[in-house]
């Protein structure tokens, strides 16, 4: 099995670039994952969001998922649990407005650090999204236009604890799905692990780096490149002993109202004429869709839409 694809952006302007657009091609189109190094954002600046978010896990939310996991009686759990993640987790909407003042139990400091990271995360995913853009053979900045929609993206985060659990090989962290959006941020713990992606029918670790910030594609990219690049399952084991896994994700997605569709550039002709194209829609109208059925395969998702298209001609946006 080829190595998992850890990307050093360090040379990006320089004479490194035509090497590095070239390993992130070949992790687009055969992983859909990929671990980036060097990416601009300091590591004294990870490390401080890191220890606060452990802060806040242990002060606030610690407690509330151990008094969750006994109503519900998980720890005796004799078969496997397929309706149910162990997570402990609180969400973060940045755009296209941010909700942060408002989540309860967040120290003046943390929401501070976490509007900071945001930015720098945001800043990050429109870099990427233009560099797939220039592998893709689109305009530059093609991406995030195709993402706009009439508010501009839809951007938040998902903050994520994984506890020790006492039945491992009875509950997922988190069951295996492939992300809705468009481009996703990971900063994961650089100790524990848990994150595998599934490649040619094998379960395949992410690996944790420290100061990494782990990137997967979205099913809406995988539309737009009429699946040149595809969203990849993914999930969380869980471990039975240590301190728990510690996991940060940013989803920069379409507009609720965005129109996705192919790019007609990606469109082959034959393609088209055999209807091996993937379909155009609203991406809040996928949302509701995806939102009940996360956890099944995507391609029924893609056909459902497909159905249900009504919105002319691919080429029109």
């Not at 590095?20 to 954002?41: K, P, S, T, Y």
């Not at 985060?157 to 492939?178: D, F, M, Q, W």
């Not at 029924?300 to 839409?305: G, I, S, T």
Request: proline residues 5%; charged residues 25%; hydrophobic residues 40%.
């Amino acid at each position: 099995m080829a190595n998992f694809p850890v990307i050093n952006l360090e040379n990006i302007n320089g004479d490194g670039r035509a090497k590095i657009m070239e390993q992130l091609e070949d992790a687009c189109q055969n992983w859909g994952f990929f671990e980036l190094v060097n990416h601009g954002i300091p590591h004294e600046f990870l490390d401080t969001v890191e220890k606060m978010t452990r802060y806040h896990y242990k002060k606030c939310m610690e407690q509330r998922f151990k008094e969750t996991v006994a109503s519900k009686g998980l720890e005796a759990a004799q078969a496997e649990v397929k309706d149910m993640d162990w997570e402990s987790t609180f969400f973060l909407r940045h755009l296209p407005e941010s909700n942060i003042s408002e989540i309860p139990d967040l120290d003046d400091d943390y929401r501070k650090i976490m509007k900071e990271f945001a930015k720098k995360l945001e800043k990050l995913a429109e870099e990427l999204l233009d560099l797939l853009c220039e592998n893709l053979g689109l305009e530059n900045g093609y991406l995030k236009k195709a993402f706009y929609g009439s508010k501009g993206p839809t951007f938040g985060t998902k903050v994520s604890n994984y506890p020790p659990c006492p039945k491992p090989e009875l509950i997922k962290g988190l069951r295996a799905h492939t992300d809705a959006g468009g481009i996703i941020l990971l900063f994961q713990d650089d100790k524990v692990s848990g994150l595998q992606l599934l490649k040619d029918g094998h379960w395949i670790d992410v690996p944790p780096m420290r100061h990494a910030i782990v990137v997967n594609l979205g099913d809406q990219l995988e539309v737009i490149t009429n699946g040149k690049y595809k969203s990849v399952m993914h999930r969380v084991v869980t471990q039975a002993n240590g301190t728990g896994r510690m996991s940060i994700a940013s989803f920069y997605n379409p507009g609720s109202d965005a129109v996705i569709f192919p790019a007609p550039a990606l469109v082959e002709k034959e393609a088209e004429e055999n209807n091996n194209v993937y379909p155009k829609f609203v991406f809040e109208d996928y949302m509701k869709l995806y939102v009940g059925v996360k956890f099944q395969a995507k391609e029924p998702r893609f056909e459902a839409m497909k159905a249900n298209a009504n919105l002319g001609p691919m080429a029109i946006a």
